[in-house]
Nanobody
Framework: QVQLVESGGGLVQAGGALRLSCAAS????????MGWYRQAPGKQRELVAL???????NYADSVKGRFTLSKDNAKNTTTLQMNSLQPEDTAVYYC?????????WGQGTQVTVSS
C-alpha cells in the first residue's frame, strides 16, 4: 500500500503561481511513476503531469511551458510548480502514484484561479 499526502493549492489571480506537493509513504519501492491529475466541475479527470521512476516527465499540452513537475527521491515527494495560471486551470488536483499492480490517489486539493 502507498499513502499520499498532498499540500498546497488555494486561490490565486490569473497570471499567478501556486505549488503543489505530494508526499508518498508505504510501499514506495513498487512505484513506477508519480504525477498529478485534475478534475474540473462537469469534466473528466485528466492528466496534468507525470514523472517516471527514472525522472522523465510528461505534460499535458495545456500546461507545457507553464507547469514543472519535479521529485525529491530522498523525501519521496513530488512538487508541481504552476506558473502563469489561468481560470481554465481551476480544478481539484489529485496526486497519483502508479505501481505495477495499480494506482493510488491523494485526497485532492482545490486550485481556483480568478480572472
Amino acid at each position: 500500500q502507498v499513502q499520499l499526502v498532498e499540500s498546497g493549492g488555494g486561490l490565486v489571480q490569473a497570471g499567478g503561481a501556486l505549488r503543489l506537493s505530494c508526499a508518498a509513504s508505504g510501499s514506495i519501492f513498487s512505484l513506477r511513476a508519480m504525477g498529478w491529475y485534475r478534475q474540473a466541475p462537469g469534466k473528466q479527470r485528466e492528466l496534468v503531469a507525470l514523472i517516471s521512476r527514472l525522472g522523465s516527465t510528461n505534460y499535458a499540452d495545456s500546461v507545457k511551458g507553464r507547469f514543472t513537475l519535479s521529485k525529491d527521491n530522498a523525501k519521496n515527494t513530488t512538487t508541481l510548480q504552476m506558473n502563469s495560471l489561468q481560470p481554465e486551470d481551476t480544478a481539484v488536483y489529485y496526486c497519483n502514484a502508479a505501481s505495477w499492480t495499480g494506482d493510488y490517489w491523494g485526497q485532492g486539493t482545490q486550485v481556483t484561479v480568478s480572472s
